[in-house]
T-cell receptor, first 112, second 114 residues
Framework: AQTVTQSQPEMSVQEAETVTLSCTYD???????LFWYKQPPSRQMILVIR??????QNATENRFSVNFQKAAKSFSLKISDSQLGDAAMYFC?????????FGAGTRLTVKP | NAGVTQTPKFQVLKTGQSMTLQCAQD?????MYWYRQDPGMGLRLIYY???????DKGEVPNGYNVSRLNKREFSLRLESAAPSQTSVYFC?????????????FGAGSRLTVL
């Protein structure tokens, strides 16, 4: 059963615009962690941002921010002022304890 | 540069052959992981090692074995490769197996089984 769902296989955004990538997850746990990873064509997995479920405040890292809705089990990633270098696969991940589960990914294209 | 090193980067096998993927990290991390990445399925955990001397099954362990040789090294073995094991394999490490600890990934190993 898919624990983490990314409903958008592909997204595109104009350079300098804002885009939001969606992620939902299924859990009965109250304490867990959520992550967004970026995978450029080099194949390297790069952490973008993380969120602790016990924190109500949404995490922010420069142009990247999340909208964490715990009751709805939703964890979307907003990329502001999109840059060409943001083009990549983006994976949402959920970690209750010792197993990090990934979604299927969203391929983001940035148009100049 | 400090990080996670995987070898080989590419490998082609025939059905039934065996091989071992090697992984080493130099960050003094306690926990290490093996994932496989398939199109449309994200990354799926094969095995993990919470600390030296321990290993545990992940989501898709069938057809694989692992060895945590020491704190630095964690190898993945395919005893009798099958076409279904064609995939990109990632090794990762973190300070602890749980919590908000970030996983640091290797560059991946592309395996093709004919």
């Amino acid at each position: 059963a898919q624990t983490v769902t990314q409903s958008q296989p592909e997204m595109s955004v104009q350079e300098a615009e804002t885009v939001t990538l969606s992620c939902t997850y299924d859990t009965s746990e109250s304490d867990y962690y959520l992550f967004w990873y970026k995978q450029p064509p080099s194949r390297q997995m790069i952490l973008v941002i993380r969120q602790e479920a016990y924190k109500q405040q949404n995490a922010t890292e420069n142009r990247f921010s999340v909208n964490f809705q715990k009751a709805a089990k939703s964890f979307s990633l907003k990329i502001s002022d999109s840059q060409l270098g943001d083009a990549a696969m983006y994976f949402c991940a959920y970690r209750p304890y010792n197993d990090m589960r990934f979604g299927a990914g969203t391929r983001l294209t940035v148009k100049p | 540069n400090a990080g996670v090193t995987q070898t080989p980067k590419f490998q082609v096998l025939k059905t039934g052959q065996s091989m071992t993927l090697q992984c080493a990290q130099d960050m003094n991390h306690n926990s290490m992981y093996w994932y496989r990445q398939d199109p449309g399925m994200g990354l799926r955990l094969i095995y993990y090692s919470a600390s030296e001397g321990t290993t545990d099954k992940g989501e898709v362990p069938n057809g694989y074995n692992v060895s945590r040789l020491n704190k630095r090294e964690f190898s993945l073995r395919l005893e009798s490769a099958a076409p279904s094991q064609t995939s990109v394999y990632f090794c990762a490490s973190s300070e602890r197996v749980s919590g908000a600890n970030v996983l640091t990934f290797g560059a991946g190993s592309r395996l093709t089984v004919l």
